[in-house]
T-cell receptor, first 115, second 112 residues
Framework: NAGVTQTPKFQVLKTGQSMTLQCAQD?????MSWYRQDPGMGLRLIHY???????DQGEVPNGYNVSRSTTEDFPLRLLSAAPSQTSVYFC??????????????FGPGTRLTVL | SQQGEEDPQALSIQEGENATMNCSYK?????LQWYRQNSGRGLVHLIL???NEREKHSGRLRVTLDTSKKSSSLLITASRAADTASYFC????????????WGAGTKLIIKP
């Protein structure tokens, strides 16, 4: 199993550009999520999904869109990049939906810089 | 919002010593989880303790949970250089709607 994969690993954007961060998992996990991590801070949840066709907002959803057309894929779209979106982005997945009992599996991250 | 708060923010110890990190939280939880993050990499799940458990062990890791004080501690015994990493606690709140709430982490450095 490849686990959770993310592409690209690094990206530089100009203010106003849009892009999609890709995330895929091959563990048949129902739950998938996107976090951002800023220096000296823990993870902040952007969006999450409890199954194909179902998404919801997390703590910091503004400026981001998601979709979940398949169980495997959960792309994150930046609509119009801003310098405040400079961060490291992590995708994570887990088996369980109800009580988050199994812990989450994380991808390697995408380091995004917006100029 | 950040629920978990780790203490200390940074910890530097000699190899072979024990390392203790603490996490405090604010609301009722279903479980509390600890993760490790090596520099520049994704997080790795270490251990989960449920709200009705008081102590749990996994190899050199020992986690305690005190729900009356809303706090948890992670003890790493006989530390190794490979334990150098940041450690995060995450809480699954009772009314969380499928969201884990994360602390800011403790940066642990093991000196050879």
């Amino acid at each position: 199993n490849a686990g959770v994969t993310q592409t690209p690993k690094f990206q530089v954007l100009k203010t106003g550009q849009s892009m999609t961060l890709q995330c895929a998992q091959d563990m048949n996990h129902e739950y998938m999520s996107w976090y951002r991590q800023d220096p000296g801070m823990g993870l902040r949840l952007i969006h999450y999904s409890v199954g194909a066709g179902i998404t919801d907002q997390g703590e910091v959803p503004n400026g981001y869109n998601v979709s979940r057309s398949t169980t495997e894929d959960f792309p994150l779209r930046l609509l119009s990049a801003a310098p405040s979106q400079t961060s490291v982005y992590f995708c994570a997945s887990s088996y369980s939906v109800g009580t988050m009992e199994d812990g989450q599996f994380f991808g390697p991250g995408t380091r995004l810089t917006v100029l | 919002s950040q629920q978990g708060e780790e203490d200390p923010q940074a910890l530097s110890i000699q190899e072979g010593e024990n390392a203790t990190m603490n996490c405090s939280y604010k609301t009722s939880i279903n479980n509390l989880q600890w993760y490790r993050q090596n520099s520049g990499r994704g997080l790795v799940h270490l251990i989960l303790i449920r709200s009705n458990e008081r102590e749990k062990h996994s190899g050199r890791l020992r986690v305690t949970l005190d729900t009356s004080k809303k706090s948890s501690s992670l003890l790493i015994t006989a530390s190794r250089a490979a334990d150098t990493a940041s450690y995060f606690c995450a809480t699954d709140e009772e009314d969380s709607n499928y969201q884990l709430i994360w602390g800011a982490g403790t940066k642990l450095i093991i000196k050879p």
